[in-house]
């Protein structure tokens, strides 16, 4: 199945471009696929790890506890670090 990803910095650079689509099996999870990006790309290993990676995928936020929810063809997953403001 392919699965679009959308990284904003600093994971765009890590992962070599900031819109990727890669073909993942059936059944591939939230955590598969940040594993799976982090043996591809090393350098998204220690950013993806060392800072706060937050995940949406179709446009829902995913909790450290949705990291098992299983991903579907077509999915958007976004990459980005959280968001401040004032």
């Given at each position: 199945?392919?699965?679009?990803?959308k990284a904003l910095r600093p994971f765009k650079e890590a992962l070599g471009a900031g819109d990727l689509e890669v073909e993942r099996?059936?059944?591939?999870?939230?955590?598969?696929?940040?594993?799976?990006?982090?043996?591809e790309h090393p350098d998204f290993?220690?950013?993806?790890l060392d800072v706060t990676l937050n995940i949406?995928?179709?446009?829902?936020?995913?909790?450290?506890?949705?990291?098992?929810r299983s991903l579907e063809d077509?999915?958007?997953?976004m990459l980005f670090m959280p968001?401040?403001?004032g």
């Open positions: 199945m392919r699965i679009k990803i099996p059936e059944g591939e999870t939230v955590e598969g696929l940040i594993r799976y990006l982090i043996e290993g220690p950013q993806a949406m995928v179709s446009g829902m936020p995913v909790g450290e506890h949705d990291l098992g077509g999915d958007e997953v968001l401040a403001g």
